[in-house]
T-cell receptor, first 116, second 117 residues
């Protein structure tokens, strides 16, 4: 079936603007993750959604970052008042964890965000 | 907190030869998964291989195999018969399954693999 999809593929914005990044997980996957990949920090966890549980927001770097997941499927990561240090590739992953299932995370192609 | 270390920033190998990428990790947990992901220039993270810590047998996937040494907390990836398409950044990752609420991947810094024709 279809993999994880993300849009846009690339986003260039001006400092101070808000941006929204979208992730469509694999159909039926209950868990969804956002990671950030930047030159200086490597791959960092941002936020995790699992079913109807409260999300784990422990990786969000500041209150300018927020994310939601509607209907247990599509997720949007929003960055308000973007700063140059927000420039990075934002990766989304999904998985279908269960007691004896496959916790493997499958990644989307990422969104490259450039803040001028 | 768990940490993952990849001590080889870059590696190169002749086409058709074998190469081993190193990974060590630090954890106090007894139950976890380990992964190798590959990231080509397209930036899509692709699963290469997965190892459950409770399994003593090393995982294999075609030309890819791991040497999992749980006591030494070592998880190396061996690529046999290297092909040009194997050129990519390789990331080792740790996943906790015994710490509910902490189900995130912790990544190493990556090893860039170059295949020499």
């Amino acid at each position: 079936g279809a993999g994880v999809s993300q849009s846009p593929s690339n986003k260039v914005t001006e400092k101070g603007k808000d941006v929204e990044l979208r992730c469509d997980p694999i159909s039926g996957h209950t868990a969804l993750y956002w990671y950030r990949q930047s030159l200086g920090q490597g791959l960092e966890f941002l936020i995790y959604f699992q079913g109807n549980s409260a999300p784990d927001k422990s990786g969000l770097p500041s209150d300018r970052f927020s994310a939601e997941r509607t209907g247990g499927s599509v997720s949007t990561l929003t960055i308000q008042r973007t700063q140059q240090e927000d420039s990075a590739v934002y990766l989304c992953a999904s998985s279908s964890p269960s007691l004896a299932g496959d916790d493997t995370q499958y990644f989307g192609p990422g969104t490259r965000l450039t803040v001028l | 907190a768990q940490t993952v270390t990849q001590s080889q920033p870059e590696m190169s190998v002749q086409e058709a030869e074998t190469v081993t990428l190193s990974c060590t990790y630090d954890t106090s947990e007894s139950d976890y998964y380990l992964f190798w992901y590959k990231q080509p220039p397209s930036r899509q993270m692709i699963l290469v291989i997965r190892q459950e810590a409770y399994k003593q047998q090393n995982a294999t996937e075609n030309r890819f195999s791991v040497n999992f040494q749980k006591a030494a907390k070592s998880f190396s990836l061996k690529i046999s018969d290297s092909q040009l398409g194997d050129a990519a950044m390789y990331f080792c990752a740790y996943y906790s399954i015994s710490n509910f609420g902490n189900e995130k991947l912790t990544f190493g810094t990556g090893t860039r693999l170059t295949i020499i024709p």
